[in-house]
Nanobody
């Protein structure tokens, strides 16, 4: 069974940085798009950032633009989310996803990010 395993979450003060990683148990080249969603308590899951297979196309939520950077290293089967200038409203569980070329999407188990003011 293919797995996506996130790491790098934690507790940080407002203005700080975190780098999330998501490692796939199979080749990153098998995935078309990869990226990150997040879900805060009582809110719907929202797309934070997505990246195309070769990294040439990147999408960001308006709330992430200018602060977050998504990247992927297919040789390491890993996608990253560098988060800078974190705000308390960034507090959420962050989920990695990978979408295969034929359409199926898989998810990681999530990693908690807590930003304190």
């Amino acid at each position: 069974q293919v797995q996506l395993v996130e790491s790098g979450g934690g507790l940080v003060q407002a203005g700080g940085s975190l780098r999330l990683s998501c490692a796939a148990s199979e080749s990153g080249n098998n995935f078309n798009t990869m990226g990150w969603y997040r879900q805060a308590p009582g809110k719907q899951r929202e797309l934070v950032a997505g990246i195309s297979s070769a990294g040439g196309v990147r999408r960001y939520a308006n709330s992430a633009k200018g602060r977050f950077t998504i990247s992927r290293d297919n040789a390491k089967n890993t996608v990253y989310l560098q988060m800078n200038s974190l705000k308390p409203e960034d507090t959420a569980v962050y989920y990695c996803y990978g979408t295969y070329y034929y359409g199926r999407q898989i998810w990681g188990q999530g990693t908690q990010v807590t930003v304190c003011s």
